[in-house]
């Protein structure tokens, strides 16, 4: 199983306590006010890059005394310490700065700010990428006078210091985590700020219409209420149907993210675990000719035409006596309720039997493609058959021996799952759970607001509902957004970002 969002906040906090454990022992603990030597609280160093051999290895260091971090660990080539406070880059070489001894050659990044990532000063270390080498360089700027930086908190300064605002900072943890082309590509709209700027533009819209509200509230004459109701109606109206969109993207969003939970079903030996095998192109699960071979659900996650499924290849469901295959098909039926896409699996040569009917009974309301499988053992004549069948379905013949089917069957996958979302190509961000909930929460408001103003209700009302739903709409961009809610975000980040 892929990493879930959960199971990848979880990692971020192991990875606080892992990744340095030599830096905990000597007391360097990230985590605000304990243990920690604050030497200076306000300039923050953490490692870049993925801990691990590599070619190279980033230091990163943030705040107000990074200039004397990087003059105090950094000698030019020629010897001599840094002077040029010019944005730019320099070679030299590394030192400890207690001992003066020579750690690595480094590559140094100086970028003052405001022009930085964080707007603040930043200067960063690039060294060889040895796990021991560049936890040393860290170890070292700790000393100078940085102290070890929380998840997440270079991009939570850049939050902080107006640089981006809260979704784009969001979307930078979906970049990084995108398992898709498609999901990547639409994380980083969302960090350049295509979700702030359709926000922002709906905001507009909105404190117009509130001022509007607001001057007729003042100066109570019929007509004039009558004029400002009717801007509510037409204005909201077209705010709501620009939600609604979002939110459609926002949902297709999260699937994006992770993964469409699909499972894979049929009668055994029909050729699940063969599909299942042929999507993620290994052989990941046991095929035999034995029905009844998978026992327990098998997961991966494969990216079929840039949207990620989570498949489940499942146990064939019959009657049996045996204990194990049992509880293997108990699981199989769990599988199937949870799934939010189903692949039903039939085999092209045998007649439907009970169980492929009850399938297809249990399915009936989740969204799924009938595979018509073992293709190349019946005719051309038999195909047109299956498929005319379920004239209102997607059935889709393959076969897993000669390959066919299976470019259509992945065709089918990204269509079932797309429709009634959006067409991919518009998709501008990734909508994480927290965006959902106010895009939905401001669509509420602005509704209630719009059903007042259209059933002449006092524009006091109405006023109240538009204010509500600009101020859910603020918070999807950050504004008012209170310590606690920060520290959440920024928490589920990795260390270094
Ligand atoms: N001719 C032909 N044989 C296939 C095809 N797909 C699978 N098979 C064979 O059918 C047998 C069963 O395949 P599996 O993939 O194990 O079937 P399954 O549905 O996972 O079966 P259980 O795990 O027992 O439920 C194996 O011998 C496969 O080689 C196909 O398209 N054509
Ligand atoms: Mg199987």
């Not at 896409?341 to 009974?361: G, H, I, K, N």
């Not at 007042?452 to 509902?465: K, M, P």
Request: glycine share 8%; with cysteine.
């Amino acid at each position: 199983m892929g990493p879930s969002v959960d199971g990848a906040v979880g990692l971020a906090k192991v990875e606080t306590e892992l990744a340095y454990p030599s830096l905990a022992r000597e007391g360097f603990v990230a985590s605000r006010g304990c243990g920690m030597v604050p030497v200076d609280a306000d300039t923050i160093a953490a490692i870049a890059t993925a801990l691990g051999e590599a070619g190279v290895g980033i230091v990163r260091v943030s705040g107000d005394h990074s200039w004397s971090v990087a003059q105090r660990l950094f000698e030019t080539a020629s010897g001599r310490p840094l002077r040029n406070r010019r944005r730019g880059l320099h070679y030299g070489r590394v030192v400890d700065p207690d001992s003066a001894m020579e750690l690595d050659e480094c590559v140094l990044l100086w970028m003052p700010g405001p022009h930085s990532y964080t707007g603040e000063d930043v200067v960063e270390f690039q060294v060889h990428g040895g796990i021991q080498l560049v936890q040393s360089v860290l170890r070292a700027a700790l000393r100078a006078g940085a102290r070890l930086a929380e998840p997440g908190e270079f991009t939570k300064r850049a939050f902080l210091n107006g640089r981006m605002d809260l979704s784009q900072a969001e979307a930078v943890i979906d970049l990084i985590r995108a398992k898709t082309d498609l999901a990547s590509r639409s994380a980083l709209r969302q960090v350049q700020g295509a979700l702030s700027r359709e926000v922002a533009r709906l905001r507009k819209e909105l404190l117009r219409l509130q001022a509007h509200v607001e001057v007729t509230i003042d100066y109570p004459e019929h007509d004039v209420e009558s004029v400002a109701a009717t801007a509510v109606v037409e204005t909201g109206g077209r705010v709501i149907r620009a939600l609604d969109d979002m939110l459609n993207q926002a949902r297709f969003g999260q699937v994006l993210r992770e993964g469409v939970r699909t499972a894979i079903v049929g009668r055994p030996n029909v050729g699940k675990s063969s599909l299942l095998n042929a999507l993620l192109q290994r052989d990941r699960a046991i095929v035999t000719e034995i029905a009844g071979t998978t026992r327990d659900v098998l997961e991966e996650v494969v990216n079929v035409g840039g949207v990620p499924f989570r498949l489940a290849d499942t146990a064939g469901v019959r009657e049996t006596a045996d204990v194990v295959e049992q509880m293997g098909v108990e699981r199989t039926r769990q599988t199937v309720r949870d799934a939010q896409f189903v692949l039903v699996v039939l085999s092209a040569v045998d007649e439907l039997a009970a169980e492929d009917w009850e399938l297809l009974a249990q399915t009936t309301n989740t969204p799924r493609v009938l595979v018509v499988n073992k293709a190349d053992l019946v005719d051309e004549a038999r195909h047109q058959a299956w498929r005319a069948r379920w004239p209102e379905e997607t059935v889709v013949c393959t076969s897993m021996q000669t390959g066919e089917g299976l470019p259509d069957l992945r065709e089918a996958m990204v269509a079932a799952v797309n429709r009634g979302h959006v067409e991919m190509e518009d998709l501008s961000y990734l909508g994480n759970a927290r965006q959902l909930t106010l895009l939905q929460r401001a669509r509420e408001e602005l509704q209630l607001g719009v059903e007042a103003a259209d059933s002449g209700a006092t524009l006091d009302i109405v006023a109240v509902q538009l204010q509500e739903a600009y101020r859910a709409l603020g918070l999807v961009i950050g504004e008012e957004a209170g310590e606690d809610l920060l520290d959440e975000i920024f928490s589920n980040f990795c260390l270094g970002k």
